[in-house]
């Protein structure tokens, strides 16, 4: 019989709701799915502006559609007549007016402005290259925005002219870039991103930075309109140095640019003060290490001033805003796999204003999400629990959150779901509290025997949490109990937890995986003769350890690895961004570090019956990586399987077709091993 566990730290219960009665959530539901992104509140924070997604199940892609409703819930509608692909909404200062992004076949990616009271919409561009990080002046006169300016690609010879009619193949690509492609995008186009100002009626745009460098964060306008702030790297060796940024600001009258920090690491996201006479910013001194918390500094106008923001918080700020006097910040951070809103006075002294933010990241838990904040306070942001992906809710500092939109009451409201059990434990290597959470299946029974799936996270910078996750519902759908842990190197926990695997993954999350898996097997949820593990990325990274390392599951399924680090780190799209940060210099100095972290040295050991599956296009973790595991196990006469997504990068899952096939096939490998 099947005893109900008692941690030894803690178990958290996360109640689901109770429905009428439902069936189990399935595939076909994905493409039912609504959530909420990029909440805007007016500045008088009577209305918002979100990107409503979802998925067509006709056109199987993900939409994009702009809709409003006022801050009491009320009066919900869709903001324009347009059908697809709107995002990146921001109010005018005088709330009249929402600028927005836009795509259509005939015009391209383009900004577009909406009058909110005439509900009056135009096109106010005509760009080559898609628009990015809007933002109004103060007077509303204008709008920034950054694109790039394409240029030709080099080439080392002129061919000869073929002859009239004549039928040859095209000449070849000629690349000289460090950073030449990357995945979900393929190749990149040539050319800088710059920074461009254009009237709000319409009218020429203007750029306003030069030089050959890349000007692509969001940019802050000062308050008298004259000059914007911003991110980039301008230095020399600007192209190795990728983490590195300054701040500058640029004059727009004439183009002069200022460089406003100087400091090894990077400096972003500057937000001034509504007073005018303070930048907020984010960023770290670098010190070359695998995970480094991102922390709050101020300055003046002119640079003058640096200091940072002693929050004594030790988790790394993704958001900033100024709070309606100019005393403080709202910041968003990520505590214990959690995503939370709160505020700090520029001495410090934190507090927590609500959490449960994100929902985005609508396939596995992770974190996300995001908030606007109205002139008097009002702060609109997505919400989401294990029962629910983002909606949208408003909140005030010493209030409670109220969620105001249900777009997926219909649908999970008739569904059963797995319910959600928050759980602490122990490392048994060195005493580290370990964290995690597990779904049980519907309807399940404690004096019933469960198989396992331990599935594992991304990154590994990054965590898991008490989101909704359909993945992880379906397979609890289909009689699993999951396991899915923030093992060592997960974020949310601090800047030395998230260091963990500093020169040592793979390898060192590997007995946190397996001291959870023996817990649950201990306190009696789960038998030892029916596990089974899969993760994606670093968690397939993981996985493929794991069982190089023991033979104790039934089986895996292996997704998007990293399976030998000298390949990956010399040719995949981010290939220069190892070296160092996470290994010791470069793998043609150190190869057998290299190696020795790099599943493929372990592959020889493997028994475990293993799928591996990835997509076609993948640059992250090119298609190579598997196959040399793949390989390895048909050598060997393992029982295996490759399978290719066709058209699918790295996120193998864009497509709602491509998520449902993914998890389809890793159930079907499972189900192959199951009693």
């Known amino acids: 019989m099947m005893?109900?566990?008692?941690?030894?730290?803690?178990l958290l219960f996360l109640a689901a709701p109770v429905f009428a009665q439902e069936k189990p959530f399935s595939n076909m539901d994905l493409f039912d799915l609504q959530w909420v992104?990029?909440?805007?509140?007016?500045?008088?924070?009577?209305?918002?502006?979100?990107?409503?997604?979802?998925?067509?199940?006709?056109e199987d892609r993900r939409t994009s559609t702009l809709w409003m409703i006022d801050a009491d819930g009320t009066n919900h509608r869709k903001l324009t007549v347009r059908e697809r692909d709107e995002s990146s909404p921001r109010w005018s200062p005088d709330g009249s007016r929402v600028a927005f992004v836009s795509s259509s076949e005939s015009h391209g990616s383009q900004i577009y402005i909406h009058w909110v009271d005439e509900g009056v919409t135009t096109r106010i561009t005509e760009l080559e290259n898609s628009p990015g990080n809007i933002t109004w002046s103060p007077d509303g006169g204008y709008l920034a925005f950054t694109s790039r300016v394409s240029e030709s690609p080099p080439r080392l010879v002129d061919p000869p002219r073929a002859p009239e009619g004549a039928e040859w193949a095209p000449p070849p690509r000629v690349e000289t870039r460090l950073n030449h492609?990357?995945?979900?995008?393929?190749?990149?186009?040539?050319?800088?991103?710059?920074?461009?100002?254009?009237?709000a009626d319409g009218g020429a745009k203007r750029q306003v930075t030069s030089g050959d460098y890349h000007h692509s964060s969001r940019p802050a306008w000062t308050p008298d309109g004259e000059y914007l702030l911003f991110s980039a790297n301008r230095n020399e060796r600007w192209e190795h140095e990728l983490r590195n940024s300054e701040l500058y600001s640029v004059r727009i009258e004439d183009g002069e640019i200022t460089q406003l920090t100087d400091r090894f690491g990077p400096n972003h996201t500057p937000v001034v003060s509504p007073d005018g006479g303070t930048v907020a910013y984010l960023g770290y001194e670098d010190r070359i290490q695998t995970y480094q918390v991102t922390h709050i500094y101020t300055m003046n106008l002119d640079g003058s001033g640096q200091s940072r923001v002693e929050t004594g918080l030790d988790r790394s700020i993704s958001n900033l805003a100024w709070d309606e006097n100019g005393n403080g910040l709202y910041i968003q951070y990520d505590h214990h796999g959690n995503t939370k809103i709160g505020h700090t006075a520029l001495g410090g002294d934190v507090s927590e204003i609500t959490g449960d933010v994100g929902g985005t990241a609508v396939g596995r838990p992770y974190g996300g999400g995001s908030f606007s904040v109205s002139d008097d306070g009002v702060i609109a942001f997505n919400q989401t629990t294990p029962y629910y992906p983002a909606e949208l809710a408003v909140v005030s500092a010493g209030q409670r959150?109220?969620?105001?939109?249900?777009?997926?009451?219909?649908?999970?409201?008739?569904?059963?779901?797995?319910?959600?059990?928050?759980?602490?434990?122990?490392?048994?290597?060195?005493?580290?509290?370990?964290?995690?959470?597990?779904?049980?299946?519907?309807?399940?029974?404690?004096?019933?025997?469960?198989?396992?799936?331990?599935?594992?996270?991304?990154?590994?910078?990054?965590?898991?949490?008490?989101?909704?996750?359909?993945?992880?519902?379906?397979?609890?759908?289909?009689?699993?109990i999951v396991f899915y842990p923030n093992f060592r190197g997960s974020t949310s926990y601090g800047e030395d937890f998230g260091n963990e695997l500093y020169?040592?993954?793979?390898?060192?999350?590997?007995?946190?995986?397996?001291?959870?898996?023996?817990?649950?097997?201990?306190?009696?949820?789960?038998?030892?003769?029916?596990?089974?593990?899969?993760?994606?990325?670093?968690?397939?990274?993981?996985?493929?350890?794991?069982?190089?390392?023991?033979?104790?599951?039934?089986?895996?399924?292996?997704?998007?690895?990293?399976?030998?680090?000298?390949?990956?780190t010399l040719a995949a799209d981010n290939y220069y961004a190892y070296a160092d940060y996470r290994y010791e210099g470069q793998p043609w100095e150190n190869p057998m570090h290299y190696?020795?972290?790099?599943?493929?040295?372990?592959?020889?050991?493997?028994?475990?019956?293993?799928?591996?599956?990835?997509?076609?296009?993948?640059l992250r973790t090119p298609t190579w990586e598997a196959k040399q595991l793949y390989h390895v196990l048909r050598q060997r006469e393992i029982d295996t399987a490759y399978i290719e997504v066709p058209g699918a990068y790295h996120f193998i899952a864009e497509r709602p077709s491509q998520l449902i096939t993914k998890m389809d096939h890793i159930l079907a490998w499972f189900e192959k091993y199951r009693d």
């Open 503 to 568: 020169h040592n993954f793979s390898g060192g999350e590997y007995q946190d995986i397996m001291d959870g898996v023996d817990l649950l097997i201990e306190e009696g949820y789960v038998s030892e003769d029916s596990l089974y593990i899969t993760g994606g990325s670093a968690g397939g990274t993981a996985t493929a350890w794991v069982v190089g390392k023991n033979n104790r599951f039934r089986a895996a399924a292996v997704q998007k690895p990293v399976m030998n680090w000298i390949s990956k």
């Open 181 to 199: 492609e990357l995945d979900g995008v393929g190749i990149l186009g040539h050319g800088f991103n710059h920074l461009f100002v254009i009237p």
């Open 37 to 58: 992104q990029d909440p805007q509140i007016s500045p008088d924070g009577d209305r918002i502006v979100y990107v409503r997604r979802g998925m067509d199940i006709m």
């Open 401 to 480: 959150a109220e969620k105001i939109t249900d777009l997926n009451g219909e649908l999970l409201g008739r569904r059963s779901l797995g319910q959600v059990e928050e759980i602490w434990y122990t490392s048994s290597v060195d005493g580290l509290d370990l964290h995690g959470w597990i779904i049980t299946p519907p309807g399940y029974d404690p004096d019933r025997e469960y198989p396992l799936i331990v599935e594992l996270h991304g990154g590994p910078i990054s965590n898991y949490g008490d989101r909704f996750t359909p993945e992880l519902q379906l397979l609890a759908s289909a009689g699993y």
């Open 595 to 618: 190696w020795e972290v790099s599943p493929i040295s372990l592959a020889g050991n493997v028994e475990t019956p293993t799928m591996i599956i990835l997509g076609e296009k993948d």
């Open 3 to 10: 005893k109900r566990i008692l941690f030894p730290i803690l």
